[in-house]
């Protein structure tokens, strides 16, 4: 399954406060099970967006909790425009 997380901070981290919750992210989505394919930061109404990949709901939304104290997450199911056409026939 595809998932698509966005994040919004709620105070602009330092550099390396960035780095080291970065670091702490990647290694809590490897123990949850959760490939994060890519990050990006964003400009607009979200400061980050994750694309990642599980094989069900529950390590993305575990992921998405981490951290409620400095952002707050708002994560998605992705499907492509193929299947997603399998499901609605």
């Known amino acids: 399954m595809w998932f698509i997380t966005l994040v919004k901070m709620k105070k602009a981290p330092s550099a390396q406060e960035a780095a080291e919750m970065n670091?702490?992210?990647?290694?809590?989505?490897?123990?949850?099970?959760?490939?994060?394919?890519?990050?990006?930061?964003?400009?607009?109404?979200?400061?980050?967006?994750?694309?990642?990949?599980?094989?069900?709901?529950?390590?993305p939304m575990r992921l998405s909790m981490m951290g409620a104290e400095s952002a707050s997450a708002e994560t998605l199911v992705a499907t492509s425009y193929e299947d997603a056409m399998h499901f609605i026939k």
Do not use: C, N
Not at 31 to 51: E, N, S
């Open 23 to 59: 670091k702490m992210m990647q290694e809590a989505a490897t123990k949850l099970g959760v490939k994060i394919h890519q990050g990006f930061m964003t400009l607009g109404r979200y400061d980050a967006v994750w694309i990642s990949e599980a094989p069900d709901i529950s390590g």
